[in-house]
């Protein structure tokens, strides 16, 4: 059983920054590519950003492009998504997934595991 349980979700003001880490229990972290995706009220869930299986590779939506850093500790079974100049347009619950052997760049339904979910609000 793959668990994946994000963190560091929260209330920040608009400009403001937020690091939400996703930690997995599994034995074979370095076997799974990770992604984060997010959810706004009354839209479809959305890619936000991506890595490969060593970290070497990542992935970005044009939304988050130089804003977000995702990033990985393999020694961990843990992913990271640093979030910095936040607007208030980023306000939704984030989730992180693992797809086994992936890429970091593959489409949802592609994904193997879900976290439940971290709510982010950007207040302006």
């Known amino acids: 059983q793959v668990r994946l349980v994000e963190s560091g979700g929260g209330l920040v003001q608009a400009g403001g920054s937020l690091r939400l880490s996703c930690a997995v229990s599994?034995?074979?972290?370095?076997?799974?590519?990770m992604g984060w995706f997010r959810q706004a009220p009354g839209k479809e869930r959305e890619f936000v950003a991506g890595?490969?299986?060593?970290?070497?590779?990542?992935y970005y939506s044009d939304s988050v492009k130089g804003r977000f850093t995702i990033s990985r500790d393999n020694t961990r079974n843990t992913v990271y998504l640093q979030m910095n100049s936040l607007k208030p347009e980023d306000t939704a619950v984030y989730y992180c997934?693992?797809?086994?052997?992936?890429?970091?760049?593959?489409?949802?339904?592609?994904?193997?595991?879900w976290g439940q979910g971290t709510q982010v609000t950007v207040s302006s």
């Open positions: 997934a693992a797809d086994i052997l992936g890429t970091g760049r593959a489409p949802e339904y592609e994904y193997d595991y």
């Open positions: 890595i490969n299986l060593s970290g070497s590779l990542t």
């Open positions: 599994v034995r074979t972290f370095s076997s799974y590519a």
